[in-house]
């Protein structure tokens, strides 16, 4: 076990709360710690995507939004890693899930506008009507 060093004012005051908390100095301390010093969601990072931030599963680019897509669709943590991504683990898919608890509204601003009928939108706008549509699959050919 490490120590360290505290001034005997911080120390009074964390004997002080945590008395208040029913708790051990050495409890209220790591708990300070803990939440100061670890990430909330460990399995999640932000990286920055073409159009904004975008969280996703560290080491990974699946984003939390395909994560709660799966999840809204009705398939259960368990079947999304069993059979949809059998890469990741449970953790991760809770940690996903409970990011976009945390950050509810950014994310449902962010899935109402990544919909396919915008994504399809887009790409006619960039293609072009035929050529968007033959990427899409919805000619016989080209014309």
Known sequence: MSQIQLSQQIYNKVVEVANKQNQTPDQFVEQVLSTQLLPAHPYVEVIQSRNQPRPVIKGTRIGVD????????????????????????????????????????????????????????????????????????QTNGPT
């Open 66 to 137: 395909v994560i709660v897509g799966y999840s809204q669709a009705g398939y259960t943590p368990q079947e999304i890693a069993a059979d949809i991504l059998p890469h990741l683990t449970l953790a991760q898919l809770y940690d996903a899930l409970s990011y976009y608890e945390d950050h509810r509204d950014q994310l449902d601003e962010m899935l109402k506008n990544n919909t396919s009928e915008i994504w399809q939108d887009r790409l006619k706008q960039r293609l072009g009507q035929r050529d968007a549509a033959q990427l899409l699959g």
